[in-house]
Each structure stands twice: as structure tokens, then as C-alpha cells.
């Protein structure tokens, strides 16, 4: 209850703030009961801790802005105060979509934490694997050497510009983050849905800020346009997330095809 | 007592003609001999001879006097009376043909006085005993010639030397040929018999009629499929274009006009090749009328209403949710993944208060076609699911009225809470509100939801009802999930299978949670709660693979569908129902069902229930039968309730006269062909006095034989006469 009154307040906050700034005005919202009630069904970009890991340090408030962009950017609400969860925690499997980010060396992962991810991956979890260091790439390395272990089977590939995942909400035509990075995201694919999303992109990093409000890390090498874009990617992982292949649905496809001549950046 | 001579029975028969054939050749070898040798006193030789022979033949064959006492049997003669409707059509003399085959059968019982005549009445199944025109009315919906005789041969021990069949030869399951060989087929040692026609009507009646109706394959929902309608016309009617129109018969719903066209008669029939599209699966009525010319003696048969099982290829949903969540996720998920369902979704990303920060242009979002979804392209879907949906923002209100119509009509909607559902979505007082199967008894002071997290209570109902059963299979417990929409009292009718465990409506009731409910043609679910999800994802969930989300939606989708497999009993009409007779439903319920089967039969032309009929079930899934008639003529949709579980549906048709009135013409030549084929005569039904039939048997009750003379005598005789033909010989010259 505590926990979708701050998602009830936080979402107002988001909401109202273009319309603070503009109009010195706030905007009419349903009850607030309505939105507590409604939240339960949030996305939710939880940080999964491995080992004795702990989510800390400046890519700590990018979920949370993540989450807010969201509720600012879209109708899906989103929780503002995202938790952890340990891999081999029963709540894992509580919700359906959890980010795996960090640096360096990711310690071998034990028998329940394989035996948690494998089940959140059966019953359909996404999770997303975010390198916050992509410049040695280790993390990212050595994350796929331990989903291998959790996912034989699964190899990652990389998504191609027509995913779904580059227009579940906003058109774009690469994946972004902190730096430029690969043009894609990789994934592994099971049963038609990128169960598994890799970026080495620092993701987390671009979205970041200090307690000010400031970014927290700078992005380069295009600066403020990419970290629009990097804004506009976590989106649509959101939205791929809440509403899978929805955008590829026969019915948008006209639309779409026509507005595909549009942003190819500055 | 009757006397006849015959010879020794101890004596083979080929030795009696050896003898005869040696005593003969004999007396010729003597005339000739006589007459060669022109012998003196030949005829003295020649009598003798001839004597002596004789005499030496009945010493062989020594004869004998038969005598025996008995009775004449008459032969075994049955008789076939058509007990189809047709034979209540009119006649020659202004009644019906009935009235004609009761004169028939007068003048039969004079023309059969000598014979053993079985009367039988002949029309859908085995013929059954008749017993006059008035105890055995005419009902039948067929009248099987072939049948009923291959029943009859096959029951009978004694094969009857002739039939007689009373009808207007207007006969169904196959004429000449198709009897005589099931005549044939029984017949191993002795002669076919014939089989008599009698003719009860030669007059055309001045009639114009569907003769027949027939599809092209079979009826998929949302595919068109070609109906040929065969119309008559004759009798003296003027009829060269006939106006036909086809509609769908609906539940508390205008008819749909599904086409329109003329026939054009030439020589006195005509048909139309039309094309119709059904939307719903299931059974639906259509109904055909004909607009017939002035004249017209039988207006029955003029409008044809029967029932169509329409198939259904893929269900096509429509998804509609009013902002992206994890509940959204979990259904979309389910409903792409089932191969068997064709999803159209509308999800709302991006609402008015949203600041996307990028133009147009640079968005994956279109806009959502409200107007074009719930007017033109509405009925095709099988369901609509409205999801935590909003419909004052979108511009659904005003197609409200669309979609309740939509429902009535024979959809499907399912309403899944939400912040935006129910009475937060504003559908209080709107003309959905009269689809669902919950009231939306909203009040300004009531809030629209409860915050708790809550874990349904399943009911009664719940617990037994076949649309869980593949939820309950998986999961013994629901998980908790959050929060709940505020509901009023179930409406009439309505199942609930969940309920919130301490939230009640303001009528006291537990609150309901998952409520199933009929409306007109259609069937709703209300889903007062957003986390089914948790079906699919939680703790709870993840014990059984996160399955528990689909089997649930498997079995509301099904019992949306009218799929079987959730449906609590199977229905049937027992036998065709005939326009102001008694009509009874054939209920069989699920196994180890119990409780009282509940029917209540609603007419689609008045709009409103015309029967209600309860009954108790027997033990042992039995099922039960319960008495619904007489109704008149049109569609009929039964719901039928088993104990307090849901609802399920059965469309059936009652017409007055049905396929036997299609063609009110008689069929005489048909009853000529008969005849003709089994070596019977075709007599009208004044003229059956003159019925040649066999003749009667003579049976023996007591015989006894004694020889003519001893056989000595015989002898002795033989001796004598040849004694004296050797004296003649002598005197004659003869050696």
C-alpha cells in the first residue's frame, strides 16, 4: 500500500511537471485511489543482484528515472522507487521483467540462482543485461558466459533494426546509451520473444542523475541528442516489455511503414 | 373333408414313369402290330392288351385315396400407410389427404376379407401399428417407404404375399428401385411380392413454396457460404419471379437481414443462388420466406426456419486495454500465443496528458480508430475484451449503444478491471452497463475500488463449473491480487464464481469478482480485478509453469465461444418440433451432475420466454426430458440451467409442416413406378375394390390314406386280362 501511494504520488509528479513549468498549472488526474490501484500492474525495471553484489553507486537512480520518463512519456505506469531482487529470491518471479547491470567481473552464479533465472525465464520473464562499462566489456562477457549456464540452449544475437523493439513506441533505427556502442542490442530469442536483451550501451548510466536532478554521467559522442535516444530505447524496452510484439501487429503496420523515412539523427 | 386319389407313396416317381412309359409303347407296339397284320378280331386283341396293362400298371403302382380335414388360410397381405405430414395437405375432395386414405382403407377392408391384413403406418423410423387415421395422426416429418418395409422384412417370421401402400406419393429415402431391392434382399425361396399403390390425391394444390434450401460446404463464422433456395410454384398459380428473403433469427434483438433476391419459375420451379455470411458460431437460426402470389392455399410453407451449426475457424478477439500493464501483457501474451485465436489489438500508449517529447513523425503511435472498430468492423469479431478501458477520452461512449447491441446480437465481451473498468471507467448508467453481467450501481460517495490486496473466494458455482475446470486442475489456491473494482449485485442469471471473501454489494451479497452472464443472443464476463497476471506470474504461479493465466482464459474464452467443453449440458431437440404439437428437450448434463434442470425456451419472434420447465435430474447421468410444447411456428433458443451453474443455449425451429410441406405436390407417377417394379397394379384410392391379391391357402388338420383295392386283386386282375388278350391273340392268328 506504502509502496503505491509513493507510486501514486511520484506518477502525479511526473505527469504534472511539464504542465508546472509551462502553464504554472496543474494538470486534472483521476483519483488517486484509482492510480494505486491501477499500479499494481506497473512496469517495474527491478535491479537483479547476484552474489553478494549490491545496487549502489551513480547508475543507482537511472531505474528510477527510467520509471519516471515513462509515466511522463506514456499511458503505462510505472513504479518511481524500483527494488532489487536476488536471482535466487522467490519474488523473482513476481514480476516479469528485472535488469541485470553492473562492471567488472560478475562472480560465478550458484545453483539457486541458476535454478531462479531458468524458472523466470520459462514462465516468460524478460530481463535485460545492461554493461555499464562497455569499454572493456567485461561484465557484459562474463553475464553471458553465466546465462549460458542458464540457458544452454540460448545464444545471443543481434536484433536486427525491424525489432519491434525499435518501434514499440518511438521509431528509432539503432540502440543507444551512454556511448555509441553497437548499432544493436543483442538478444536471445526463445519462442519468438528476446527473453534476453544485451546492451553495451550503459544504458543505466545515460539515464542516471544526481540528486539535483543532473545527468550523472556525460554521453558521447552525440551528448544531450543521444540521451533523448537512449530515453526513447528505455521506453520502448517498456513498452516491449508491457506489450510484447503489439507494434508488429498486422493493424500498425501500414502506419508505420510510411513514418519509417523519419529521425535519422542530427 | 376333401378326398383325392394319388399313387403308393412307398414307389419312387421315376419309376411310376418308367412304367407308364413301358405300358404305353406296349399298347403301341399292339395297334400298330394289329393293324399291319390286319388281323381278324383285332379290336378283341387290342381291348384285351390295353386291359391287361392297366391292370398290370395299378398292380405296380398300386393307388390310393387321400382323405383329409382343413381350413382355407387367407393370405398374408400388409398394409403400408403413409403417416408423414404431407398427408395432411389437401386432397382431392376438399379434405385432406388423410380423409381420402381412411375411405381407401374402408374399401380395403372389403377388398382383403379373405386375407390376413397387418396395418401399419410407415413415416420416419420402424413402421408402427395403425389403428386409424384419428389414433395414428399423421406426424411424421418423413415418410420412409425403404425403411419401413427393410424393417418390416426383418422383424416379420412370415413373409406377407403382398403389400399395399396407402400414400400421396410424395415419399422420402428412396423410390422403386431402392424398395424392390429391399424386397429382393429378402426374398431367398419364393416369389417377390407385389406391392399395390394406392393413391390418395392426384390434385395439384394452388401453391407456390421453398421446395428446398440446401448449403454449399459448411458454415464458417465470419466466411460467407453459398445458400441455393429451390422454389414451386404451381396449381395454377401465376408466379413468374418469387421475392425471397434470408434473415438470422436472434435473442432479444431485431432480426439481421442476412439477403435478399427473386426466383424465377419456368415450368413451374425456379431457384436462387445467394450468398449469406454468419458472424456467430454456434447454433443460429435463419429463417427464409418466400412472398408467395395472391391464391396462395398453403402460406405455411411459404417461410422455412431452421437452425445452422455455424463452425468457427479461428475466434477473432478484439482487444482493447486503456494503458500498457502487466495484466495487459499477460493477456496479449495468452492470446498471440493461442493458435486459435486471431487477435486485433488497440492498446492506449500514449493518452492526452503525456508529454512524448519528439513529433509525430518520430512516434510508433497511431491513432486509435475508434469509429471505424465499433461500427463497421465490430461484428466481425467473435469477443470484444475491454481492458481497464476509459471509454469517455476515446470517444466509446457514444458507440456504447454499438457494442451492446454488438452483445445482444450474439458477441462476446469480456470487461477486465482496472483503475479505467467499470465504474472508473464511467460505464455507470451507459448502455453497457446493460450487457454486463453485474449491476454498476455506483453513487457519488461510493468509491470505485478497494485497495486490499484480496484472494477471490471461489463459489459454489465456481468450485463445479466447467469454465474452470482448467484453472482448478493447476492450482488449488488463488494467489492475492491487488485490489479490486466495485461491483453491484450479480444480475439475474448471472454466475458468479468468484467473490471478494469480505467486500459486500449494498444488497448484502458478497461482492462478485468473475461474473458470467447471458444477454439477448450474447454472453459477458465481468472481471472485477486487475491481477489475474499473478495467474501467470507469482510465486503461487510459478509452481505450475505460470499456466494457471491461460487455463483461465482457455475456459472464459471457451465459455465465450460456446465452446462444449465449458458448456454444462447438451441439448437436443428429441425428434423434429411440429408447430402446435408436443415438443420435448433432450437435457444431458456433464457427469455427476445433480440438482434441477431449469429450461426456459424464449421465442425470437415475440422477443421474450414463452416456456419455463424445471425438472429434477435423475441418478446415474440419465439425463431428463421435459415437455416444452406446443409452440407455434418460428425460432426458439432454450437456455438451460443445470443446478445453480451457467447457462447454456439450444436453437431449434417448430414449423407446421417442415420438409413434408416443401412439395405439396402429390406423386402418383412415383406410386406407379412402385408398382410397376414389383409386379403390383396402381389403384386411386376409389377404386380399391378391384385389388387383385392372392388366393387363400388350404391348410390340413387331419389326413388319411387307403389303398383303392389290395394289391392281389390287382395282380389277380392282370393275370385274368392277360389270359384272355393270349386267347384273342390265338384266335386272331397272332403268334
Known amino acids: 500500500m506504502v509502496r503505491s501511494a509513493l507510486t501514486l504520488v511520484a506518477r502525479v509528479l511526473a505527469r504534472a511537471a511539464p504542465a508546472l513549468g509551462a502553464l504554472g498549472l496543474v494538470a486534472a488526474f483521476p483519483s488517486t485511489e484509482a492510480r494505486a490501484f491501477g499500479d499494481e500492474g506497473a512496469f517495474h525495471p527491478r535491479v537483479l543482484l547476484t552474489g553478494t553484489s549490491r545496487w549502489e553507486g551513480a547508475r543507482k537512480t537511472g531505474p528510477r528515472q527510467w520509471s519516471w520518463e515513462l509515466g511522463r512519456r506514456t499511458s503505462a505506469p510505472a513504479r518511481l522507487t524500483p527494488a532489487t531482487v536476488r536471482a535466487d529470491a522467490s519474488a523473482l518471479l513476481a514480476e516479469p521483467f528485472a535488469i541485470w547491470a553492473g562492471q567488472g567481473p560478475v562472480s560465478p552464479l550458484s545453483g539457486p540462482e541458476i535454478e531462479g533465472l531458468r524458472k523466470f525465464l520459462l514462465v516468460g520473464g524478460i530481463l535485460l543485461v545492461d554493461d555499464a562499462a562497455p569499454e572493456t566489456g567485461q561484465f557484459g562477457r562474463e553475464a553471458r558466459r553465466e546465462l549460458g549456464r542458464v540457458l544452454p540452449e540460448g545464444v545471443a544475437l543481434p536484433l536486427p533494426e525491424g525489432h519491434v523493439v525499435y518501434h514499440s513506441f518511438y521509431l528509432l533505427d539503432r540502440a543507444f546509451g551512454r556511448v555509441e556502442g553497437p548499432k544493436t542490442l543483442d538478444a536471445i530469442v526463445r519462442g519468438g520473444t528476446a527473453q534476453v536483451l544485451f546492451s553495451s550501451h550503459d544504458l543505466l548510466g545515460a539515464l542516471a542523475r544526481d540528486p539535483g536532478g543532473a545527468p550523472t554521467f556525460p554521453v558521447v559522442p552525440r551528448g544531450e541528442w543521444q540521451r533523448e535516444r537512449v530515453t526513447r530505447l528505455s521506453v520502448n524496452i517498456a513498452m516491449y516489455v508491457l506489450c510484447s510484439t503489439y507494434k508488429d501487429d498486422q493493424v500498425h503496420a501500414p502506419a508505420l511503414m510510411r513514418r519509417r523515412s523519419g529521425d535519422r539523427g542530427p | ?735
Open chain 2, 1 to 735: 373333408m376333401t378326398s383325392t386319389l394319388g399313387l403308393s407313396a412307398d414307389l419312387p416317381l421315376a419309376l411310376a414313369v418308367v412304367a407308364f412309359v413301358v405300358a404305353a409303347a406296349g399298347l403301341v407296339l399292339l395297334v400298330l402290330e394289329a393293324r399291319r397284320r390286319r388281323a381278324k378280331g383285332w379290336p378283341a386283341v387290342v381291348a384285351t392288351g390295353l386291359a391287361s396293362a392297366l391292370l398290370a400298371l395299378a398292380a405296380l403302382l398300386r393307388p390310393v385315396v387321400v382323405r383329409s380335414r382343413g381350413s382355407s388360410v387367407g393370405p398374408k397381405v400388409v398394409v403400408l400407410v403413409d403417416r408423414s405430414r404431407s398427408m395432411l395437405l389437401p386432397g382431392d375432395g376438399g379434405g385432406t389427404r388423410d380423409a381420402a386414405a381412411a375411405k381407401a382403407l374402408e374399401g380395403l377392408a372389403r377388398a382383403t376379407r379373405q386375407a390376413r391384413v397387418s396395418l401399419f403406418g410407415f413415416g420416419e423410423g420402424a413402421p408402427s401399428a395403425f389403428e386409424g387415421v384419428a389414433a395414428s395422426p399423421a406426424r411424421a416429418g418423413r415418410s420412409d417407404l425403404v425403411r419401413a418395409a427393410r424393417e418390416l422384412f426383418a422383424a416379420s417370421d412370415e413373409r406377407p404375399r403382398a403389400l399395399v401402400v396407402v400414400s400421396d406419393g410424395r415419399l422420402t429415402g428412396g423410390g422403386a428401385e431402392a424398395l424392390r431391392r429391399v424386397l429382393e434382399g429378402g426374398d431367398s425361396v419364393g416369389a417377390l411380392p407385389p406391392v399395390h399403390a394406392v393413391s390418395v390425391a392426384r390434385r395439384e394444390p394452388r401453391d407456390a413454396s421453398l421446395r428446398a434450401i440446401r448449403f454449399a460446404g459448411t458454415a464458417v463464422a465470419h466466411q460467407p457460404f453459398q445458400l441455393t433456395i429451390e422454389v414451386g410454384c404451381g396449381g395454377g398459380l401465376s408466379c413468374e419471379s418469387l421475392p425471397v428473403t434470408v434473415r438470422e433469427l436472434l435473442d432479444g434483438a431485431p432480426p439481421t437481414l442476412l439477403a435478399t433476391g427473386a426466383a424465377r419459375v419456368t415450368d413451374g420451379q425456379g431457384s436462387l443462388a445467394t450468398t449469406v455470411t454468419l458472424d456467430r458460431a454456434g447454433p443460429r437460426l435463419v429463417e427464409v420466406t418466400l412472398g408467395a402470389p395472391a391464391g396462395d392455399e398453403l402460406p405455411e410453407n411459404d417461410r422455412r426456419v431452421f437452425a445452422v451449426d455455424v463452425a468457427r475457424e479461428r475466434v477473432r478477439v478484439l482487444h482493447v486495454a486503456g494503458r500498457p500493464t502487466y495484466d495487459v501483457r499477460a493477456l496479449r501474451t495468452w492470446l498471440k500465443a493461442n493458435a486459435s485465436v486471431d487477435v486485433v489489438a488497440f492498446f492506449i500508449l500514449r493518452s492526452n496528458q503525456d508529454d512524448v517529447m519528439a513529433g509525430e513523425s518520430e512516434l510508433a503511435l497511431i491513432k486509435f480508430p475508434v469509429d471505424e472498430l465499433f461500427t463497421e468492423h465490430l461484428p466481425s469479431f467473435d469477443a470484444v475484451i475491454l481492458q481497464d478501458f476509459n471509454a469517455i477520452p476515446y470517444g466509446l461512449s457514444q458507440y456504447l449503444g454499438n457494442l451492446a447491441k454488438y452483445v445482444e446480437s450474439g458477441g462476446g465481451l469480456v470487461m477486465v478491471g482496472g483503475p479505467d473498468a467499470f465504474l472508473g471507467g464511467g460505464y455507470d448508467g451507459t448502455p453497457l452497463e446493460r450487457a454486463l453481467p453485474v449491476d454498476l450501481d455506483g453513487a457519488a460517495e461510493q468509491p470505485a475500488f478497494d485497495l486490499g490486496d484480496v484472494v477471490p473466494r471461489v463459489t459454489a458455482a465456481g468450485a463445479a463449473a466447467p469454465v474452470l475446470g482448467p484453472l482448478r486442475a493447476l492450482l488449488d489456491e488463488l494467489p492475492p491480487m491487488p485490489g479490486a473494482n466495485l461491483v453491484g449485485a450479480p444480475k439475474p442469471g448471472s454466475l458468479v464464481l468468484w467473490e471478494h471473501p469480505t467486500r459486500r454489494t449494498r444488497a448484502g451479497q458478497p461482492m462478485p469478482l468473475l461474473t458470467l452472464g447471458e444477454t439477448g443472443d450474447g454472453r459477458a464476463v465481468a472481471i472485477a480485478l486487475d491481477g489475474a497476471h499473478r495467474l501467470g506470474f507469482s510465486e503461487a504461479a510459478a509452481k505450475v509453469a505460470g499456466r494457471g493465466h491461460g487455463a483461465l482464459w482457455d475456459g472464459l474464452l471457451g465459455w465465450l465461444m460456446r465452446d462444449p467443453r465449458f458448456e454444462p449440458a447438451r441439448v437436443e431437440t428429441a425428434g423434429a418440433c411440429v408447430a402446435g404439437e408436443p415438443t420435448s428437450l433432450r437435457v444431458m448434463p456433464l457427469p455427476g451432475t445433480q440438482g434441477t434442470v431449469t429450461v426456459e425456451v424464449t421465442s425470437t419472434e415475440a422477443g421474450r420466454p414463452v416456456e419455463r420447465r424445471s425438472a429434477e435430474l435423475p441418478p446415474g447421468d440419465r439425463g431428463v426430458e421435459l415437455a416444452v410444447g406446443p409452440l407455434p411456428a418460428g425460432g426458439y433458443l432454450a437456455k438451460v440451467r443445470v443446478g445453480s451453474g451457467s447457462t447454456t443455449r439450444h436453437a431449434f425451429a417448430c414449423e407446421k409442416g417442415g420438409d413434408e410441406w416443401a412439395d405439396s405436390r402429390p406423386d402418383e407417377g412415383l406410386l406407379r413406378g412402385l408398382a410397376e417394379a414389383t409386379g403390383g397394379t396402381f389403384r386411386r384410392a376409389d377404386e380399391v375394390d378391384a385389388l387383385p391379391l392372392p388366393p387363400p391357402t388350404h391348410v390340413s388338420a387331419e389326413r388319411s390314406v387307403a389303398p383303392v383295392l389290395p394289391a392281389w386283386l390287382w395282380t389277380l386282375g392282370a393275370a385274368v386280362a392277360l389270359g384272355a388278350h393270349w386267347i384273342a391273340r390265338r384266335r386272331a392268328g397272332l403268334a
